[in-house]
């Protein structure tokens, strides 16, 4: 045969080699399109799923549920997202004029609350407000500065105590000037709330503002 002859042969040889890649190619592609996704080699890392990934960390968050009592508890820390996350609870004495004792003036206490035990109500009873106090410093490093800074209505306020994790919700935050008081602050009657207070307004020296404000709080869950 002549040599033009071997390259036509080469070349339909060739050809046909193509076509059949071809055809091995596009039936991959068919595959792929009804859902049989090939075969993957075995060293191949399959990447989690981001859905699964979203439901893990969503569920590693999940906020504990909230308890409810038949009786007080004394509260041993309270909890108020974006203001504090394990303030401890102090109980100190009323002084001589009967007014509820607050938190001692030392860097420690200016991260505490003060529960004032003689009003006599404890979180998770029947009724009566609860009455619990904290420092606002000059500075504005204390905890009564960051609740004035960031505690609204409708925010969360959670006690510990007893071992049990109680709930509030803010219902209302009233400021008044330090003259006035609010009678109302006190009130053993009525549905069971926390109110707290914390002193607010312009500081004039030592211990002395011109206002006070307070949050009441009712329970939720």
Sequence with gaps: MSEGGSSVRRVGVLTAIVLVAALLVGGAVWVRRDGDAPRRPPSAAVAP?????????????????CDS???GVAPSSIRIPGVTRDAGVVTPP????????VPPLTT????????DTAQGTRPGG?????????HTW??????GNRMLAHLHEHDRVVVNGGGHRLCYRVTERVEVLAADGLPRYYAKAGPPRLAILACSGTRLGPGVWTKRTVWFASPAV
Excluded at 138 to 143: H, K, N, R, V
């Design 49 to 65: 799923a981001p859905a699964l990934r979203l439901a893990r960390d969503t569920t590693l968050v999940a906020r504990p549920a």
């Design 69 to 71: 009592v038949t009786h």
């Design 94 to 101: 009323r002084d001589a004029d009967d007014v509820p004792g």
């Design 108 to 115: 420690a206490g200016k991260e505490l609350f003060a529960w």
């Design 126 to 134: 029947a009724h009566g407000n609860v009455l619990l106090a904290a």
């Design 138 to 143: 000059p500075d504005g490093s204390a905890l």
